[in-house]
């Protein structure tokens, strides 16, 4: 497959997690609760493994200067903080009646720039090197499962039908399509070897401003440990993903 035939897959792929939402018209709040919480646990561990393990090394091999590299993860973490100050909006990975509940509107233009900054990211992983492109896909996927799961709730909860609610949340991921294909375009005129660490710097603000303040507040010893070990597989999985696949 070309260069450009992944990033259109990965796009579409990404997209179509946003389907994963309509699981919760199956599930009792409970037991939905249940899962997500292993599963942000996990998506946390994933992304800071795919910064840390795949990105950051591969960043410092393109660029060449360390302290270039950390003003760009610095940049790309600190343009995550800024979407969501701007916007007034924190992700909800639950969908259960505890969860405040932002403005559904607002929770899709948060979403979709959200993907779209992530499609420039990844895609320019992609033209880097498209093992680096696929193990920060498959992190960046593993943190849309229970986003899309907790996003679905909630507009379902603002009283959007569902069929309203699983159109809307699909058309919000195909920005991050639109976002790979803005970066493919942009690489014929310049240099997109900064995206890699602007994107180890969004999975930096994801995995531990995002995600991990969601499974780190729980008094119950139990819990926490399934949260520690879900968290610590999905470090655990790009650590070896890097030293069998990626070298």
Known sequence: MSTLAWIIAGGALMSAIAMVGSVTLALKPATLDRLLLPLVAF?????????????????????G?????????VAGFTAFFLLEQLLHWHHCHRASSDCKQPLTYL???????????????IAGTFLIDIRLGITSWLAAAAHEVPQELGDFGVLLHGGWSKRKA??????????????????????????????????AGNFIYIG????????????????NAVHLMAFVLGLAILLFAKITIAN
């Open 166 to 199: 699983l159109l809307f949340n699909v058309l919000s991921g195909l920005t991050f399509l639109a976002g790979g294909l803005v970066t493919y375009a942009l690489s014929f005129q310049m240099d997109i070897g900064w995206l890699i660490p602007f994107a």
């Open 208 to 223: 531990a401003s995002d995600l991990v303040p969601e499974v780190n507040k729980h008094h119950d010893l139990r819990a």
């Open 107 to 121: 929770i899709l233009i948060g979403d979709g720039l959200h993907n779209f900054l992530g499609g420039l990211a």
């Open 65 to 73: 200067d360390i302290l270039n590299v950390g003003v760009l993860i």
């Open 43 to 63: 998506a946390a561990g994933s992304l800071i493994g795919g910064a840390f393990f795949h990105m950051i090394p591969a960043a410092v091999i393109e660029i």
